[in-house]
């Protein structure tokens, strides 16, 4: 129903920074949150940040909080992640979001659609 692309990602020295985009197209109208999550293999997917589409509220995991910022363009039907201050713990492929209505918006269940995923490797 939806698709979702994520770029930006790449190979940065700690301390660096990247900035992530996410573009969705298909049925988006229902979108109501967009979320990052990032993974390293071996562990579940993670929480990075959410933003509701329509009231502009975020929110942050505790470990990327003051380093990382989620916006978004409703016109481009983009979410973008801001990371700035990348540490190697950092290091994982990110995933971009989207979902419905959820009363968990930081958990992956709660997000049916999902992009392929971006490499993002910090070095130290």
């Known amino acids: 129903q939806v698709q979702l692309v994520e770029s930006g990602g790449g190979s940065v020295q700690a301390g660096g920074s990247l900035r992530l985009s996410c573009t969705a197209s298909?049925?988006?109208?229902?979108?109501?949150?967009a979320g990052w999550f990032r993974q390293t293999p071996g562990k579940e997917r993670e929480f990075v940040a959410v933003?509701?589409?329509?009231?502009?509220?975020?929110f942050y995991a505790s470990s990327v909080k003051g380093r990382f910022t989620i916006s978004r363009d409703s016109a481009k039907n983009t979410v973008y992640l801001q990371m700035n201050s990348l540490k190697p713990e950092d290091t994982a492929v990110y995933f971009c979001?989207?979902?419905?209505?959820?009363?968990?918006?930081?958990?992956?269940?709660?997000?049916?659609?999902w992009g392929q995923g971006t490499q993002v490797t910090v070095s130290s």
């Open positions: 979001a989207v979902s419905g209505s959820t009363a968990r918006p930081a958990a992956p269940a709660s997000y049916p659609d």
């Open positions: 298909g049925r988006t109208l229902s979108n109501y949150f």
């Open positions: 933003i509701n589409w329509r009231g502009s509220s975020t």
